[in-house]
């Protein structure tokens, strides 16, 4: 998995609820990426990074914020999660934007009851 | 039109044969295209990245580009049946700056023994 790890892997939360998940990159790679992927849907970008503390928005970021402290470091939250959040969610690394290749972690899947 | 076209399959090709696989994108002005294999609960694997007209090999797979008819086709030749998993096309878009990936929705192969 190209030294990308998420946590967690498998969560459950109730709606409403605030939920946190981490991607952890041991690449030194500028751009993070975070999707998620329904069915019928395929793989949405909700949020990207191109550098510590420099983000951006996605196709589908209602609902979700980002933060990038360190390079190594995205975080994805969810400020208060409903049901139609329910999904896997994958993060990417990228060395050099959309020209470069991306390479995804493991995956979370998330589900809200 | 969607900016990433896919035909979701399944497309069924017996064990030895060739499986061809299409993508076509909206925006003439795409510059990097890559295949990406996802097999069931699994995340996406970059298994090809093709940026300039013609035919790229790697091993039993194919990559081949057209950008004056905007598709992108992967061929992988003797077919196996651990080849049967989801394809992902993706390309970088005009609009994005070309900082992030659009995702087709994928084509389902299966390979029969």
């Known amino acids: 998995d190209a030294g990308i790890t998420q946590s967690p892997r498998h969560k459950v939360t109730e709606t409403g609820t605030p939920v946190t998940l981490r991607c952890h990159q041991t690449?030194?790679?500028?751009?993070m990426y975070w999707y998620r992927q329904d069915p019928g849907h395929g793989l949405r970008l909700i949020h990207y990074?191109?550098?510590?503390?420099?983000?951006d928005k996605g196709e589908v970021s209602d609902g979700y914020s980002v933060s990038r402290s360190k390079t190594e470091d995205f975080l994805l939250t969810l400020e208060s999660a409903t049901s139609s959040q329910t999904s896997v969610y994958f993060c990417?690394?990228?060395?050099?934007?959309?020209?470069?290749?991306?390479?995804f972690g493991p995956g979370t899947r998330l589900t809200v009851l | 039109q969607k900016e990433v076209e896919q035909n979701s399959g399944p497309l069924s090709v017996p064990e030895g044969a060739i499986a061809s696989l299409n993508c076509t994108y909206s925006?003439?002005?795409?510059?990097?295209f890559f295949w990406y294999r996802q097999y069931s609960g699994k995340s996406p694997e970059l298994i090809m990245s093709?940026?300039?007209?013609g035919d790229k090999e790697d091993g039993r797979f194919t990559a081949q580009l057209n950008k004056a008819s905007q598709y992108v086709s992967l061929l992988i030749r003797d077919s196996q049946p651990s080849d049967s998993a989801t394809y992902l096309c993706?390309?970088?878009?005009?609009?994005?700056?070309?900082?992030?990936?659009?995702f087709g929705k994928g084509t389902m192969l299966l390979v029969s023994p």
């Open positions: 990417a690394i990228s060395l050099a934007g959309g020209y470069n290749e991306q390479f």
């Open positions: 690449e030194n790679h500028r751009y």
């Open positions: 990074s191109y550098g510590v503390k420099d983000t």
């Open positions: 925006d003439r002005g795409s510059q990097s």
């Open positions: 093709i940026y300039s007209n």
């Open positions: 993706a390309v970088t878009l005009r609009r994005s700056g070309y900082s992030t990936l659009t």
